[in-house]
Every structure is written in C-alpha cells, then in structure tokens.
C-alpha cells in the first residue's frame, strides 16, 4: 500500500482509544495550538506538563479550551522534559513532543540512561512529503539528526523507517539508496556504501523492504530518467524512502521541497521506545499538526 497525501495518516487511527500525547514545556504556543486541534479532531488525547500561568495566559488569548485536558504545573522547563520523558517511559504516555524547550535539552533527556527512552536502536529522523510533481508520498532520512552516518548507521537508519512505513501499511517499502552517480566508485564512500546495502538486502540481511542503490536522485524518482540513462531497477521511479548520504544534502532536500516545491510535511524521531515530535519554530502549523497525525498512527499501529 501506497499513501498518496498525509492526510490519509488520519485514516489509519480507526476508531481505536486516543493517543496519549504529552507536551514537554507545553507553554508554546504554536505546537499548542497544533495539539488542541488534533485533539479537537479526536486524533490524540494531550497531556500538557509546563507552566501553568503560562498555558492559561495562551489558551485566554487563543481561545482554547483547556477545561478538560489534564496539566502537570512544572515551570522548570529542565524538570517539565524530565517528567514529559518519564510519563512516556512508564506507559502513561503514548507520544512525546516538544514545546518550549530546546532540541539538546530534550533529547539529553530521551537519552537518560536511566529513565530515558532508549530502545537500543540509533535514533533518526524521518519525513513524509506530499509534493505535487510526485504521484506519492515520499519519505526522507536522515536530515535532522546523524550527521555523518557511517555503514552501520545507514543500516539503523534504514531498518528504523522500514519499521515506520511497515507500521504505516507499506509491506515492502522501496528504499532508495542515494549517491551522487549511479555506478559504485571507490572514491565516494556513498556510493560503496549504497552497493553494500542493496545486496545486504538481496541476502536477506536488511528484511521488509526491497533496497536499490547507488542511484542519484533523478533516477530515484523517475522511471523516465533510469530509462534514459539505462538503468535497470524495479524501484527507479516508484520509491517509497529515500535514504541521504548525509545530514547536509537530506537537510538541502529537506528545505527545497518545502520551500521551492511547497511539498507538505510530517516528521518524527525514530528509534525510541515512542515516537518523538521535535518540530522547529520554521514549521509551519500545518506541519506540526500533520507530524501529531503521523506520529499517532506510529504509536497506534503499535499497539494493534
């Protein structure tokens, strides 16, 4: 299966319990906004831990309803994380996201040792665009979080978004391994890497996705130009994920398709016990709003 537009995210909730979402430094008021109207739409049950002057202060000027949503009063933005982390890590939470509080500060608390939420996996990065010169949604990792990633990170990297769009309904997603040519140099690191992958898969290694590379981007995504070039692959202009060489080109790619292509986005931390919301002061509402949808149907699938 296929998922064309994000909004489809939504559709995979069924009619199943909420989500139980929890709002670390719950007092910004942008992903505030885009939590009370995910729970509005019945997508995610929020739990809001943060200062609570703050948070009615917001909710009188925004006109949110804050009568039944349950707070923690923590102004302690160290100590709010702290308790945010630990509400996920005992089962009281099903989502962690990030509020007013910094991207180091939160992910040194997911890291804890001892009440983090570490699952043992390399935590990564994943986004879905819906972009109009694309005839579906495609996913991109790593942009945000690995900088350098070496063999053995790609290969987290990769099993933790085939987890994620196996979750999501993709039997065997198509993972594109990007390089900048399409032929294995010894020169470009890349594109060994890319070849080691492919048949890593071919031999069973890396399961529940089918894995082709090096292929430079254009051959990724159309069938027109692997054509043309001659390239023989049954993913090249139907992938499902593409996996970058770095954090520098996914981060370009990222920014371009949002930008120049005006792709939508969702976006979550993979590789914790739960999915992890780190949405930027430069997302836009909708973008926040379509990554809670994204990362309710991540959790629920789990609990099926």
Known sequence: MALKHLSEFKNLLG???RQRLVLAAAQDQNALAAVMKAAGDNLVEPILVGDREELLKIAQDCSFDLSDIRMVHEPDIDQATEISVKMVRSGQADVLMKGKVGTSTLLRAVLNKEWGLRSGSLLSHIAFFEVEAYHKIIAVTDVAMNIEPNLQDKIAIVNNSV???????YELPKVAI??????????????????LLSKMNQRGQINNCIIDGPLAFDNAISLESAIHKGIKSEIAGDTDLLLMPDIEVGNVLYKSLVFFAKAKVAAVILGAIAPIIL?????????KYDSIMLAAAISRKETI
Do not use: F, I
């Open 15 to 17: 009619n199943q319990h």
């Open 163 to 169: 987890k994620c769009l196996n979750k999501l309904g």
């Open 178 to 195: 990007l390089g900048a040519v399409e032929k294995v140099n010894e020169s470009m690191q890349a594109t060994l890497d890319a070849a």
């Open 279 to 287: 949405t930027s002061r430069s997302d836009s509402d909708e973008a």
